[in-house]
């Protein structure tokens, strides 16, 4: 009895020395991304639902085993959508934190002030909202081998040239104005968007431009209705639309807003109220259940979050699917030296099921864009809430839109 008592005890131990041993590895050795994004400020809607996505999808991952068998470990940084700050954090997470890879950029600026980092050390960035249109094309060839940088959100070389057609050809409008902010977001935008009408004969009838934090709107307005305006055509965030849309009902103007995805920003819809009725945007992202993927996500990112309605919908389901599609080329790759990540996502031999679509060979060596110009729908600001602005180019099976293929 006492032997067998002694073994028992024994095996106990070993066991229970095991799995500590175990668990201390798994725990010791994780594989360490980095996200990046605005978690404070004005664009923090965008931010933090962006954040919030990332975490759902990495929580999915690790419970089912990790990568590699190692858990994923975020590496956050909030970087105020600040270049400077931002570029003191992409050399942190470089070359103190150790990350293999980074998800996040909200804002052009500090996207193409900060990415050239991770492309110097060869580290895949995935570009999960940011949508300026030169982001994925800031490094590529002749004057680089190969470009680590990738993007899972609609560029806004799409994005103009779909808010020209709708202002144009759908809606009939002839005489556009365009206000924009100062950023390089918005500059880069309204530089997109004159060349997309441009192809359709039309020349904006005003340009104007506006800063961050600005609160009175009335001397654009006043110049672009003065200018015979029949329609608003912006690139902006949700804090300074707002302002657009409250100007406009103070001083009576009624005309269509149609401008960039960031229309759908909760700090646009909230401040603007019933100003904000009947924005138009395209969206990637609409939270709307239609599919049981979509329908799983939204009531995930509830259940976690305690929130009815996303701030951002589109930042969390670009955030989400961008760790799915990290995640599949780490596997692929068998490893998580950077250019062997790169060389997978650019080579994703599996389908990638995703909120916005389902991804199938999204990248190539040529081509870091995930998003097509077919993916995105309008979507139009009503009660609160975004909804689809055309339900017909959601219907039935056009509900999830594949990337066209070249």
């Known amino acids: 009895m ?16 095991g799995l500590a041993f175990s668990g201390a590895a798994y725990a010791a050795d994780p594989i360490k991304i980095g996200l990046t994004g605005p978690f404070t400020g004005g664009s923090s809607s965008m931010g933090v639902s962006m954040r ?22 975020l590496v956050e940084r909030d970087d105020e959508a600040k270049n400077e700050v931002g570029v003191q954090i992409a050399q942190e ?5 150790g990350v293999v890879a980074t998800l996040g950029y909200i804002n052009t600026g500090v996207a193409l002030a900060s990415q050239r980092f991770y492309q110097e050390a060869e580290i895949p960035v995935i570009n999960n909202v940011a949508t300026g249109t030169l982001i994925s094309k800031q490094f590529v060839p002749p004057d680089n081998k190969n ?26 409008f002839k005489k556009p104005a365009i206000l924009a902010d100062s950023t390089n977001y918005g500059q880069l935008g309204r530089a997109d968007l004159v060349k997309a009408l441009a192809t359709m004969g039309v020349k904006p009838v005003a340009e104007e431009k506006f800063n961050i934090g600005d609160t009175d709107m009335t001397a654009q307005l006043l110049r672009a209705k003065e200018a015979g305006a029949d329609v608003v055509l912006t690139y902006a965030i949700g804090p300074e639309l707002a302002q657009i849309a409250n ?22 819809i909230d ?3 019933a100003n904000g009725n009947g924005a138009m945007m395209p969206q990637t ?10 329908k799983a996500f939204i009531e ?6 305690k929130i009815d309605r996303m701030p951002s919908p589109v930042s969390a389901a670009q955030g989400y699917d961008s760790v799915l599609l990290l995640a599949a080329a780490i596997k692929q790759a068998g490893s998580t030296d950077g250019r062997k990540v790169r060389e997978a996502l650019e080579n994703l031999s599996t389908k990638v099921e995703g909120v916005v679509t389902v991804y199938d060979k999204p990248f190539s060596a040529t081509d870091h864009e995930a998003i097509t110009a077919n993916i995105p729908v309008f979507g139009l600001v009503k009660d609160g809430r975004v909804v689809a602005a055309h339900p017909e180019d959601i219907a039935g099976d056009k509900a999830v839109r594949v990337k066209a293929k070249n």
């Open 2 to 17: 006492r032997l067998r008592s002694m073994v028992a005890a024994l095996a106990a131990g070993v066991a229970v020395f």
């Open 247 to 268: 100007g406009m009902a103070k001083l009576g103007w009624k005309v269509p807003m149609i401008g960039s995805w960031t229309l759908s920003m909760a700090n646009f």
């Open 147 to 172: 470009n680590y940088i990738f993007r899972t959100s609609a560029n806004d070389a799409i994005q103009s040239a779909m808010i020209a057609d709708e202002a144009v050809k759908r809606q009939g």
């Open 52 to 73: 919030d996505g990332v975490k759902l999808a990495v929580d999915e991952v690790n419970k089912a085993g990790g990568v590699l068998g190692r858990p994923l470990q």
């Open 93 to 97: 997470l470089i070359n103190k934190e």
């Open 300 to 305: 995930a990112y509830q259940a976690a979050y």
């Open 271 to 273: 401040t603007a109220g």
């Open 285 to 294: 992202f609409i939270q709307l259940p239609d599919t049981p993927k979509r």
